[in-house]
């Protein structure tokens, strides 16, 4: 019953607040033509998203793990048409769906989808000098989540913000002990967040149309 009702709660405010085109709901449907459960980011964190990159005036906005390119639509939208964004696919399949989906959704112009795994391809970025991104929103694997944040703060500058997804795992970032590899990449994220004095941040659980789970917030300080 809990579930049912975040879900009709979601329902409700984005049939309100969350517009969505015929590009964005063909993105969403990534998920299930890959026969996967929802992995994409819900209408309402995508359009959080979006309003955190206008918000931030972002025209260089990196993201690692595009998926289907739901995500990377939301936020493609925010940017000028000068702007860019460079947005990492490691799994080929979905980068070819995701690829067809910015282009349907008229942004292919801004859009840069690297295919390969990011810790290979960030180096990359780094190297052609594309930074620094106002915006780098991570939603990978999880276990990674430390080293792509490092690499996101080495591709930032004070005033960029950074965004995680995933960050709760239905409440398992609490299980210390646990040997999912996921938990303890979201448990080292968040003890490296706390020792980083070039950073400010905070973690929201979420709940609704997805289940539990929750982003950490960080803003570039120094
Ligand atoms: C998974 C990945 C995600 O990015 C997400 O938002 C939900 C689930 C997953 O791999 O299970
Ligand atoms: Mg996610």
Same mark, same amino acid.
Not at 110 to 121: H, W
């Given at each position: 019953?809990?579930?049912?009702?975040?879900?009709?709660?979601?329902?409700?405010?984005?049939?309100?607040?969350?517009?969505?085109?015929?590009?964005?709901?063909?993105?969403?449907?990534?998920?299930?033509?890959?026969?996967?459960?929802?992995?994409?980011? *819900?209408?309402?964190?995508?359009?959080?998203?979006?309003?955190?990159?206008?918000?931030?005036?972002?025209?260089?906005?990196? %993201?690692?793990?595009?998926?289907?390119?739901?995500?990377?639509?939301?936020?493609?939208?925010?940017?000028?048409?000068?702007?860019?964004?460079?947005?990492? %696919? *490691?799994? !080929?399949? =979905?980068?070819?769906?995701?690829?067809?989906?910015?282009?349907? *959704?008229?942004?292919?112009?801004?859009?840069?989808?690297?295919?390969?795994?990011?810790?290979?391809?960030?180096?990359?970025? %780094?190297?052609?000098?594309?930074? !620094? =991104?106002?915006?780098?929103?991570?939603?990978?694997?999880?276990?990674?989540? !430390? %080293?792509? =944040?490092?690499?996101?703060?080495?591709?930032?500058?004070?005033?960029?913000?950074?965004?995680?997804?995933?960050?709760?795992?239905?409440?398992?970032?609490?299980?210390?002990?646990?040997?999912?590899?996921?938990?303890?990449?979201?448990?080292? =994220?968040?003890?490296?967040?706390?020792?980083?004095?070039?950073?400010?941040?905070?973690?929201?659980?979420?709940?609704?149309?997805?289940?539990?789970?929750?982003?950490?917030?960080?803003?570039?300080?120094?």
């Amino acid at each position: 019953m809990t579930e049912e009702l975040w879900a009709q709660v979601d329902d409700y405010t984005n049939g309100l607040l969350v517009e969505q085109d015929a590009a964005l709901k063909t993105a969403a449907k990534a998920s299930a033509e890959a026969g996967l459960p929802e992995i994409a980011v *819900a209408p309402n964190q995508g359009k959080l998203l979006h309003l955190l990159a206008l918000a931030n005036g972002a025209d260089r906005i990196l %993201e690692i793990g595009t998926f289907g390119g739901y995500s990377t639509i939301w936020l493609g939208r925010a940017l000028t048409e000068d702007g860019k964004l460079v947005t990492c %696919e *490691a799994e !080929p399949s =979905f980068a070819a769906r995701a690829k067809s989906n910015i282009e349907a *959704a008229g942004i292919a112009d801004r859009v840069d989808l690297r295919i390969g795994k990011a810790l290979d391809t960030l180096p990359v970025i %780094e190297a052609e000098g594309i930074g !620094p =991104f106002g915006l780098v929103f991570i939603d990978a694997d999880k276990a990674n989540i !430390p %080293e792509y =944040f490092d690499w996101a703060l080495r591709l930032t500058r004070r005033g960029s913000v950074i965004v995680v997804d995933n960050v709760v795992l239905q409440g398992l970032v609490t299980a210390a002990d646990s040997p999912n590899p996921a938990v303890q990449g979201v448990r080292r =994220f968040h003890e490296r967040l706390a020792a980083e004095p070039r950073v400010s941040a905070t973690t929201v659980q979420t709940v609704g149309g997805r289940g539990h789970d929750g982003f950490t917030f960080a803003l570039v300080t120094g």
